[in-house]
C-alpha cells in the first residue's frame, strides 16, 4: 500500500490504495495501529491489538493480520515485540506516479445510466498492482453499498483494467442493457450475470446486453469520501 494524492486542486487529502479491498473489521484493526501509532509513537504489540478489541482468541486477530499483510497494508517482520510495519509509512516517496482518469461514478447499488468523465484523475504507482506500464487503468468513483460485503464502500475509488475477460468471481464494472454497475462477474449454466455483496440487492441478468467494462484491480480509500476532499 501507498500514500497517493487525488489530482487536480483541493483534493489533497491522504489516499490509501490496496490490493483487494478490506472488510470492516480489517480497517477497524488498520485504524487502531495507525491511530495508536500516532498517539504513543510506537506500533502497537499483537497482545495490545488483541486487548483493544476484546479478541478472545490469539487465532482471531492473527487471521486479521494475515489478510491485512496478504492485501498490502501492514508487513510484518520476524523475532520483534512490536513487529508489525505500516506499508504506507514504507513505500512513502518511492515509486513513479502514474496519472489515471477518474471517470465519474459508478452506482454499487442499482444500475443507472452512466457517468460522464469528470477531467480529473488520480496519481499512483501502479508497479505496486503488478501491472505493466500499458495497462489501460481508470478510476471510479463507488455510490452505493451493494458491494460492502467485498469492503468496498459508498464514496471510495476503484481502480479498473479496461480490456481483460473477467473471470468468473471477479468484481468488474459492467454495462448491463445499457445502464453501469459494479458487482461481482458470475456465470450460471453457461449464462453471466452479476452478483452484489449484499443480500439487499438482487443478481441480475441481462436481457439484451452484458458488455464488461474493465475489471477490478485496486480500491482507493479517502478519509471521508472523494466528495468531502473535492470541496
Known sequence: MKKFRLRPGAARDTVHLYSMPLTQRQSEVLRFIRDHRRQHGVIPTVSEIRAHFGFRSPNTITGHLAALERKGAIHRVSGQARNIRLAEEEAEGEGEAFSVPLLGAIPAGFAE???????????????????????????????????????????????????????????????????????????????????????????????????????????????????????
Open 113 to 231: 445510466e452512466a457517468a460522464a468523465e469528470t477531467g480529473r484523475s488520480i496519481a499512483l504507482d501502479i508497479a505496486l498492482l503488478g501491472l505493466p506500464a500499458k495497462a489501460r487503468l481508470y478510476a471510479l468513483e463507488v455510490r452505493g453499498d451493494s458491494m460492502v460485503g467485498a469492503g468496498i464502500l459508498d464514496g471510495d475509488l476503484v481502480i479498473v483494467e479496461h480490456g481483460p475477460v473477467p473471470k468468473a468471481g471477479e468484481i468488474v464494472a459492467a454495462l448491463v442493457d445499457g445502464e453501469t454497475t459494479l458487482k461481482r462477474y458470475r456465470v450460471r449454466e453457461g449464462r453471466p450475470y452479476l452478483q452484489a455483496e449484499n443480500p439487499a440487492y438482487p443478481e441480475i441478468f441481462p436481457v439484451a446486453e452484458l458488455v464488461i467494462q474493465g475489471v477490478f484491480r485496486a480500491l482507493v480509500r479517502v478519509p471521508g469520501g472523494v466528495r468531502h476532499a473535492a470541496r
